[in-house]
């Protein structure tokens, strides 16, 4: 049984740092990619980040550039997102999802899902 387990939510004031883990058991996504995507009250779900997991090409969205970065831990299973500069438009429900191959922003390209973990950026 595939299981992505996320971690590292919580409450910040703006301007400050939190980083999310994603750990992923019962497979590895060693040809695939995995993601960050978050979704606020009132709308879409949407990518933020996604990791190839070989070769290490990243995706960010416009809105996180230069303030989040994405990794991966190949011996842990691991990818995290390391979130600075937070902003209160950041709130939102983080959800880490994998795919079994290439994928991007879009969230159909996924096969696997954690359940999320709230980020919440106080003003």
């Known amino acids: 049984q595939v299981q992505l387990v996320e971690s590292g939510g919580g409450l910040v004031q703006a301007g400050g740092s939190l980083r999310l883990s994603c750990v992923a058991s019962?497979?590895?996504?060693?040809?695939?990619?995995m993601g960050w995507f978050r979704q606020a009250p009132g709308k879409e779900r949407e990518c933020v980040a996604a990791?190839?997991?070989?070769?290490?090409?990243?995706y960010y969205a416009d809105s996180v550039k230069g303030r989040f970065t994405i990794s991966r831990d190949n011996v842990k299973n691991t990818v995290y997102l390391q979130m600075n500069s937070l902003k209160p438009e950041d709130t939102a429900v983080y959800s880490c999802?994998?795919?079994?191959?290439?994928?991007?922003?879009?969230?159909?390209?996924?096969?696997?899902w954690g359940q999320g973990t709230q980020v919440t950026v106080s003003s």
């Open positions: 019962g497979r590895t996504f060693s040809s695939g990619t």
């Open positions: 990791i190839r997991w070989s070769g290490g090409i990243t």
């Open positions: 999802a994998g795919a079994l191959g290439i994928a991007t922003r879009n969230l159909k390209g996924y096969d696997y």
